[in-house]
């Protein structure tokens, strides 16, 4: 049984560190083939691109999980021929025309009022409003460290619309977070729902699942890797 090469992707306001409770817990169980894309998050096509390239560079076959953001990434990436799989962890999965931008004006989340933009046009987590919004269950020093380092996107990314969904031909899993503020859960439901996924959990987490509830996201991905070697 040959594992996949898995590769872990980002979201907004933060960078390849936020899964750094969730690479331990993979290499544990015996994925050693792991890589974390760090993104420019200036526009999908950049982000994208990056992930693609890293995806060529891989021999095998690879399993992309996307957080937050990095769902939308993958959705568009991931119609590359040795991606296997597809991961969403308290994610974007947008359908072909849809943006981040236009699912959460559909149906918005608790904490969108503390995103501001800058005077150069990126968006911001108010720094004070970053424990609340992204993270209320990691200690508040983890959510300072997230909250100093948080990584801006510039403010058109969330308005770039997918083209062709790579879930529609992709096995996907998806995990939602109940106590999410920066999606709305009801849109992660919906979203989760219609990729006709392998499986799906909920946790009782907030949109940083990954760091708050790394040995559960890291299950669904170890299930995916299993049902895809």
């Known amino acids: 049984m040959t594992k996949p090469a898995i590769i872990l992707v980002h979201g907004f306001w ?8 969730a690479i331990p ?7 050693s083939d792991l890589h974390a894309v760090e993104m420019p998050l200036t526009s999908l096509a950049d982000d994208a691109g990056r992930l693609k390239k890293m995806i060529a ?23 590359e021929p040795n991606v296997v799989g597809l991961v969403y962890i308290a994610a974007f999965a947008p359908d072909a025309g849809e943006s981040p931008g236009s699912i959460s004006q559909a149906n918005p989340p608790a904490a969108f009022a503390n ?7 990126y968006l911001w987590i108010k720094a ?4 609340e919004s992204f993270c209320q269950d990691l200690t508040e020093d983890e959510a300072l460290v997230m909250a100093v380092t948080q ?3 510039l403010g058109t990314t969330f308005g770039d619309a997918i083209s062709k969904p790579a879930w529609k031909s992709k096995p996907s899993w998806y995990q939602i977070s109940s106590q999410d503020r920066m999606i709305n859960p009801e849109n992660e439901k919906m979203m989760s729902a219609r990729l006709n996924p392998k499986k799906v959990i909920t946790l009782d987490a907030s949109h940083a699942s990954l760091a708050s509830r790394p040995k559960e996201v890291t299950d669904l991905i170890a299930e995916a890797a299993q049902s895809v070697s």
């Open 14 to 21: 933060g960078g390849a560190a936020h899964w750094a409770k």
């Open 25 to 31: 817990e993979l290499a544990k169980r015996g994925y």
């Open 57 to 79: 560079q891989q021999r095998g076959n690879v399993l992309l999980v996307g957080h937050s953001y990095g769902g939308a990434v993958i959705t568009q990436a991931g119609n």
């Open 115 to 121: 995103i501001a933009p800058d005077s150069d046009g």
């Open 128 to 131: 004070d409003k970053y424990h």
């Open 151 to 153: 990584k801006a996107p």
